[in-house]
């Protein structure tokens, strides 16, 4: 196996690499940064959790030059579907910059708003790379990138980074490339080695029971659970807090701040278990995840890959457990199909207890989770009794015999015709909402009989 130095990087970039703790190069940094010191296009594709941030930024920011007086940035951009990845690719950008004196900024948001207010200028951008390429590429997301890549000059050097690589959006991907080298260290599909996989046969009407039990059972100080939406997202997080689960909840309608915080909380061991959409399925490196809860099936077998990959990270072991009702069966097909094996499933026998708080539970936690729940039950009833009220008082007029709500009389005035005579059609009498108007006619004289002829 090489190392950092035998790679062709600079002293000064060593420098960083001592600073990040690298030790010796993964195979998929052993294999990119030497194509990316080089000037090659890349496509890199290699498991989670190996280490493609460095591969890119290493490489990228030793070779970047430095602005001169009036020149304007950036050099390098890295475009990410998400916040969390951004803010998670600078930190470890900032000890390089240090290095090798480049200031790095980042900007939440989307970098195609920035060029809306002429706040940002693309032509000296002379890399520029898109981590989570297959996420970047696909129909939602490619329109602003493609903006964003028109926007740079035709001479830059592009790198795609990913867990996993469609064959699918080739033509897309070509489209912005200039003869690139195929890094392939992990195939499509391919899961990370040390993650253990099970299914839990349940209903949907069982999962919320199930998962209070299967989180009270097996414990863990750091648990990331997925779910599909965002509502089911903070249902679950409340229910966990109910039991004395210390839980915090991520997803696109929490603000920056909040979803910073739950993420430091987490990482800190503050926050025990995570629940989340899939803002947070790619690239976010959390340490020591000791398993992963899919309480919703991923649409997409690719999110699965990426889901499971937050556990047994950088050769650290785990486990992923995922709830499968009979609605989803043909999404686990479709997963099983995609990477390439059986899942096993588990036998698992729901507590008896699963909504009673832990015994050592933090009282705070607990007050909590019940105080959100007795709220989120407090705004149903108010919603019923609103919705209630109406039908109460539709029926007892229905009982009194209580006529409907009269329209007001009104005049209506029919055109006025050439020749013709002004007429008014009066309402002979008021008639019940909801009954249809009758159609205002005009007698048309007849042709002999109008002026002029």
Same mark, same amino acid.
């Given at each position: 196996?090489?190392?950092?130095?035998?790679?062709?990087?600079?002293?000064?970039?060593?420098?960083?690499?001592?600073?990040?703790?690298?030790?010796?190069?993964?195979?998929?940094?052993?294999?990119?940064?030497?194509?990316?010191?080089?000037?090659?296009?890349?496509?890199?594709?290699?498991?989670?959790?190996?280490?493609?941030?460095?591969?890119?930024?290493?490489?990228?920011?030793?070779?970047?030059?430095?602005?001169?007086?009036?020149?304007?940035?950036?050099?390098?951009?890295?475009?990410?579907?998400?916040?969390?990845?951004?803010?998670?690719?600078?930190?470890?950008?900032?000890?390089?910059?240090?290095?090798?004196?480049?200031?790095?900024?980042?900007?939440?948001?989307?970098?195609?708003?920035?060029?809306?207010?002429?706040?940002?200028?693309?032509?000296?951008?002379?890399?520029?790379?898109?981590?989570?390429?297959?996420?970047?590429?696909?129909?939602?997301?490619?329109?602003?990138?493609?903006?964003?890549?028109?926007?740079?000059?035709?001479?830059?050097?592009?790198?795609?980074?990913?867990?996993?690589?469609?064959?699918?959006?080739?033509?897309?991907?070509?489209?912005?490339?200039?003869?690139?080298?195929?890094?392939?260290?992990?195939?499509?599909?391919?899961?990370?080695?040390?993650?253990?996989?099970?299914?839990?046969?349940?209903? %949907?009407?069982?999962?919320?029971?199930?998962?209070?039990?299967?989180?009270?059972? *097996? $414990?863990? /100080?750091? #648990? =990331? !659970?997925? &779910?599909?939406?965002?509502?089911?997202?903070?249902?679950?997080?409340?229910?966990?807090?109910?039991?004395?689960?210390?839980?915090?909840?991520?997803?696109?309608? %929490?603000?920056?701040?909040?979803?910073?915080?739950?993420?430091?909380?987490?990482? *800190? $061991?503050? /926050?025990? #278990? =995570? !629940?989340? &959409?899939?803002?947070?399925?790619?690239?976010?490196?959390?340490?020591?995840?000791?398993?992963?809860?899919?309480?919703?099936?991923?649409?997409?077998?690719?999110?699965?890959?990426?889901?499971?990959?937050?556990?047994?990270?950088?050769?650290?072991?785990?486990?992923?457990?995922?709830?499968?009702?009979?609605?989803?069966?043909?999404?686990?097909?479709?997963?099983?199909?995609?990477?390439?094996?059986?899942?096993?499933?588990?036998?698992?026998?729901?507590?008896?207890?699963?909504?009673?708080?832990?015994?050592?539970?933090?009282?705070?936690?607990?007050?909590?989770?019940?105080?959100?729940?007795?709220?989120?039950?407090?705004?149903?009833?108010?919603?019923?009794?609103?919705?209630?009220?109406?039908?109460?008082?539709?029926?007892?007029?229905?009982?009194?015999?209580?006529?409907?709500?009269?329209?007001?009389?009104?005049?209506?005035?029919?055109?006025?015709?050439?020749?013709?005579?002004?007429?008014?059609?009066?309402?002979?009498?008021?008639?019940?909402?909801?009954?249809?108007?009758?159609?205002?006619?005009?007698?048309?004289?007849?042709?002999?009989?109008?002026?002029?002829?």
């Amino acid at each position: 196996m090489a190392t950092f130095a035998e790679l062709g990087l600079s002293e000064k970039t060593l420098d960083a690499v001592e600073t990040l703790g690298y030790s010796n190069p993964t195979p998929i940094q052993e294999q990119a940064i030497p194509l990316v010191l080089e000037g090659r296009d890349v496509i890199a594709a290699a498991k989670t959790g190996t280490g493609k941030t460095a591969a890119f930024s290493l490489p990228g920011m030793d070779k970047l030059p430095h602005r001169e007086r009036g020149q304007r940035g950036p050099f390098m951009l890295v475009i990410t579907p998400t916040r969390e990845l951004a803010s998670q690719i600078s930190d470890t950008c900032m000890p390089i910059g240090k290095h090798t004196r480049h200031f790095i900024g980042t900007f939440v948001g989307g970098v195609s708003y920035l060029m809306e207010r002429g706040a940002i200028d693309l032509n000296s951008v002379e890399i520029l790379v898109l981590d989570e390429a297959d996420r970047m590429l696909d129909m939602g997301f490619w329109p602003q990138v493609e903006r964003i890549v028109n926007a740079t000059p035709e001479t830059r050097q592009t790198l795609l980074f990913s867990a996993t690589i469609d064959r699918s959006q080739d033509q897309t991907m070509f489209s912005i490339l200039n003869d690139p080298a195929i890094v392939e260290i992990a195939q499509r599909g391919e899961t990370a080695d040390k993650v253990d996989q099970y299914v839990i046969q349940t209903t %949907r009407r069982l999962k919320p029971e199930l998962l209070n039990s299967f989180i009270k059972e *097996k $414990g863990g /100080t750091r #648990v =990331i !659970v997925f &779910t599909k939406t965002k509502g089911c997202a903070d249902n679950c997080t409340r229910r966990l807090r109910r039991v004395g689960i210390p839980t915090d909840a991520i997803h696109a309608d %929490r603000s920056q701040a909040q979803r910073t915080r739950a993420l430091d909380s987490f990482r *800190k $061991g503050t /926050t025990n #278990v =995570i !629940v989340a &959409t899939d803002v947070l399925a790619r690239g976010i490196d959390v340490p020591e995840v000791d398993y992963v809860v899919n309480y919703d099936l991923p649409l997409m077998p690719e999110d699965y890959v990426h889901r499971i990959g937050r556990t047994g990270r950088a050769g650290a072991g785990g486990f992923a457990v995922s709830f499968v009702t009979p609605d989803t069966k043909n999404l686990l097909k479709g997963i099983q199909k995609f990477i390439g094996q059986k899942i096993d499933v588990m036998e698992y026998k729901i507590s008896d207890d699963a909504f009673e708080p832990l015994d050592n539970a933090d009282p705070r936690v607990v007050a909590q989770g019940k105080a959100e729940l007795e709220e989120r039950a407090a705004r149903k009833e108010r919603e019923r009794g609103r919705k209630g009220e109406h039908g109460r008082r539709k029926e007892r007029r229905k009982k009194e015999g209580t006529p409907a709500r009269q329209r007001p009389q009104r005049r209506i005035q029919a055109p006025q015709r050439s020749g013709g005579r002004r007429r008014r059609i009066h309402r002979a009498e008021a008639r019940p909402c909801g009954e249809r108007a009758p159609q205002a006619h005009s007698r048309r004289t007849p042709s002999s009989s109008r002026r002029g002829f």
